[in-house]
């Protein structure tokens, strides 16, 4: 099928139109025209190539939402016309310990999970293209069912920002006996706040901005320290027993570690880069932990969704269209200090592909991989 999207060609180029081909449904996917596709901060990172992993083209977006237009041979959670989320993820062996365990995102296969662009985590010639483009194809393990009394443009921030801060939440245990912090309220945070509170735990926001503090209190947490304020932070100290850090560039976090109860643990979402002099005395003084969390396997994807269908959780979202991509880069580039996902509605790029025939730059094909170890249909 030939499809049009928006793509960068290189680590100093913005996002231009692209067109491709992707392969038909085989046995197992399902094809969906593409509605809405969340903005994620990563997608600035791979981009700009600042993980040094990016592969180019690269076409991103692992927060879509769309319609099923046509389903493959055996295929049984989907049908035309059915509503579809595709996550960070579109393939993985499904025959390790973690696919077994339900964590594909910790997939031990020979190349690892799928990302839903950027290729497989473990092999650098295969590539695939993500939701900044009109269709997609994904099989249908890795679908995610949107519940019939949640609006879909509010999905595809669950399925990276919410399940990215939910994945800790359920493996270390939050309920109603965890004071529960959260280091920067932005895109992720937010989310953290709100379905922390569903979990029953006593939230804590910790924010650079005094001016956040109301905001973040109706959101629901129940208290809001400023970090740049040592009195709050010397007020705060060991007071938190896991502390999800969403800043999603390097920072010092060793004043993080002085708010950790004993046996505390400080889950790092956000920084894909590096800490520099991190003072392990306080750690080894209350056995704390730092540790790390991969965003979610479909499974737990799928729970996160249903969780704020059942509480009316939603991002805070800002609507925009294909053709505002790199003024919204920009925004994140910058610091987005609104709190809020942006979120594409894609009917603005399918109404512009008659015009985009001429203007779009062809591209090579993206590969999905093979369809293995297929155990459902």
Same mark, same amino acid.
């Given at each position: 099928?030939?499809?049009?999207?928006?793509?960068?060609?290189?680590?100093?180029?913005?996002?231009?139109?692209?067109?491709?081909?992707?392969?038909?449904?085989?046995?197992?996917?399902?094809?969906?025209?593409?509605?809405?596709?969340?903005?994620?901060?990563?997608?600035?990172?791979?981009?700009?190539?600042?993980?040094?992993?990016?592969?180019? !083209?690269?076409?991103?977006?692992?927060?879509? #939402? %769309?319609? +099923?237009?046509?389903? *493959?041979?055996? =295929?049984?959670?989907?049908? $035309?016309?059915?509503?579809?989320?595709?996550?960070?993820?579109?393939?993985?062996?499904?025959?390790?310990?973690?696919?077994?365990?339900?964590?594909?995102?910790?997939?031990?296969?020979?190349?690892?999970?799928?990302?839903?662009?950027?290729?497989?985590?473990?092999?650098?010639?295969?590539?695939?293209?993500?939701?900044?483009?009109?269709?997609?194809?994904?099989?249908?393990?890795?679908?995610?069912?949107? !519940?019939?009394?949640?609006?879909?443009?509010? #999905? %595809?921030? +669950?399925?990276?920002? *919410?399940?990215? =801060?939910?994945?800790?939440? $359920?493996?270390?245990?939050?309920?109603?006996?965890?004071?529960?912090?959260?280091?920067?309220?932005?895109?992720?945070?937010?989310?953290?706040?709100?379905?922390?509170?569903?979990?029953?735990?006593?939230?804590?926001?910790?924010?650079?901005?005094?001016?956040?503090?109301?905001?973040?209190?109706?959101?629901?947490?129940?208290?809001?320290?400023?970090?740049?304020?040592?009195?709050?932070?010397?007020?705060?100290?060991?007071?938190?027993?896991?502390?999800?850090?969403?800043?999603?560039?390097?920072?010092?976090?060793?004043?993080?570690?002085?708010?950790?109860?004993?046996?505390?643990?400080?889950?790092?979402?956000?920084?894909?880069?590096?800490?520099?002099?991190?003072?392990?005395?306080?750690?080894?003084?209350?056995?704390?932990?730092?540790?790390?969390?991969?965003?979610?396997?479909?499974?737990?994807?799928?729970?996160?969704?249903?969780?704020?269908?059942?509480?009316?959780?939603?991002?805070?979202?800002?609507?925009?269209?294909?053709?505002?991509?790199?003024?919204?880069?920009?925004?994140?580039?910058?610091?987005?200090?609104?709190?809020?996902?942006?979120?594409?509605?894609?009917?603005?790029?399918?109404?512009?592909?008659?015009?985009?025939?001429?203007?779009?730059?062809?591209?090579?094909?993206?590969?999905?991989?093979?369809?293995?170890?297929?155990?459902?249909?």
């Amino acid at each position: 099928m030939k499809v049009f999207g928006f793509g960068a060609q290189d680590a100093d180029k913005e996002l231009t139109p692209v067109v491709f081909d992707r392969k038909d449904p085989r046995p197992g996917e399902v094809a969906f025209k593409v509605t809405y596709c969340g903005v994620c901060h990563s997608d600035l990172h791979q981009v700009r190539n600042d993980w040094s992993n990016t592969k180019y !083209p690269c076409i991103p977006g692992h927060e879509v #939402v %769309g319609e +099923v237009t046509e389903v *493959g041979d055996g =295929v049984t959670r989907f049908k $035309k016309g059915d509503l579809i989320g595709v996550g960070c993820m579109v393939n993985s062996c499904l025959d390790c310990e973690k696919c077994d365990d339900g964590v594909e995102n910790y997939c031990q296969g020979p190349i690892g999970f799928t990302g839903t662009y950027n290729g497989p985590v473990k092999r650098k010639d295969q590539n695939t293209y993500g939701g900044y483009s009109s269709h997609m194809v994904v099989r249908e393990e890795f679908g995610i069912t949107v !519940p019939h009394n949640y609006d879909p443009k509010y #999905v %595809g921030p +669950v399925m990276c920002a *919410g399940i990215t =801060v939910y994945s800790p939440m $359920k493996h270390w245990d939050v309920n109603e006996n965890t004071t529960l912090g959260v280091a920067g309220v932005g895109g992720l945070g937010h989310m953290a706040i709100k379905l922390g509170k569903a979990l029953g735990a006593k939230v804590v926001a910790l924010t650079r901005s005094e001016g956040k503090k109301d905001k973040l209190l109706k959101m629901g947490a129940d208290k809001v320290v400023i970090s740049e304020n040592d009195d709050d932070m010397k007020a705060a100290a060991q007071s938190i027993d896991v502390l999800i850090n969403t800043i999603p560039v390097p920072h010092d976090i060793n004043p993080y570690v002085n708010l950790m109860k004993p046996d505390g643990t400080i889950v790092i979402v956000g920084n894909l880069i590096n800490f520099e002099n991190v003072v392990p005395a306080p750690l080894i003084m209350n056995r704390v932990s730092i540790a790390g969390s991969l965003i979610g396997g479909i499974k737990e994807t799928q729970e996160v969704l249903d969780i704020c269908a059942e509480h009316d959780i939603s991002p805070d979202i800002k609507m925009v269209k294909m053709q505002d991509i790199n003024d919204v880069m920009e925004t994140l580039a910058k610091g987005n200090d609104n709190d809020f996902r942006h979120v594409i509605d894609m009917q603005s790029l399918h109404d512009e592909i008659d015009n985009l025939h001429d203007k779009a730059t062809q591209i090579d094909s993206p590969d999905r991989g093979d369809v293995v170890n297929r155990k459902a249909g």
